[in-house]
């Protein structure tokens, strides 16, 4: 069975700082591109960047520029979301994704998930 396994998360005060890191199990991340999502809640799961297959080139929301950034470590099997000058809006789960050769946004589309990290961000 494929696993990814997110970890890292945890409790920050506002303006930490927490390295997510997501692991990949059973199947190489070499053709995947990888995505981060997070769920807030009650709120749907939203995603909020990724980075392509070959590492080339990341997308990021909008309201983490500049605060988030993504990489990853294909000798690692491993995925990392940096995050920077963290607001209590940040807080929610996070959930890494892998898609076959392409970064998808869509729930649907994605092959596999995680199980999910939180991180909450106290005033």
């Known amino acids: 069975q494929v696993h990814l396994v997110e970890s890292g998360g945890g409790l920050v005060q506002a303006g930490g700082s927490l390295r997510l890191s997501c692991a990949a199990s059973r199947f190489t991340i070499t053709t995947y591109g990888l995505g981060w999502f997070r769920q807030a809640p009650g709120k749907e799961r939203e995603f909020i960047g990724g980075?392509?297959?070959?590492?080339?080139?990341?997308v990021l929301l909008e309201s983490v520029k500049g605060r988030f950034t993504i990489s990853r470590d294909d000798a690692k099997n491993a995925v990392y979301l940096q995050m920077n000058s963290l607001k209590p809006e940040d807080t929610a789960v996070y959930y890494c994704?892998?898609?076959?050769?392409?970064?998808?946004?869509?729930?649907?589309?994605?092959?596999?998930w995680g199980q999910g990290t939180q991180v909450t961000v106290s005033s």
């Open positions: 994704a892998a898609n076959r050769w392409t970064v998808h946004g869509s729930l649907q589309v994605n092959d596999y």
């Open positions: 980075i392509t297959w070959n590492g080339g080139s990341t």
